[in-house]
């Protein structure tokens, strides 16, 4: 399924919202989103992109298959 730079957009903007709104992690999302949008800014869309892939696999395969998040598995 394709999703157009829009449709992209707008659900990191949702889920920005919903995030942000949780009071204890809400300042750490704000600047790891910061932080995104500067590597976009700085690598492109494409370069951003491979490289947050890169940062997800690695943290994946350091916890193995399962999904860990906040000490409970998902």
């Given at each position: 399924m394709?999703?157009?730079k829009r449709q992209?957009?707008?659900i990191i903007k949702?889920?920005?919202t919903k995030l942000l709104s949780e009071d204890a992690t809400g300042?750490?999302?704000s600047d790891l989103y910061a932080a995104i949008d500067a590597m976009i800014a700085?690598?492109?869309?494409?370069g951003a992109l491979?490289?947050?892939t890169g940062i997800v696999e690695d943290w994946d395969n350091s916890f193995g298959?399962?999904?860990h998040?906040?000490?409970a598995v998902r």
């Open positions: 394709k999703v157009s992209l957009r707008n949702e889920e920005k300042m750490a999302l700085a690598m492109g869309n494409e491979m490289e947050l298959s399962e999904d998040f906040d000490g």
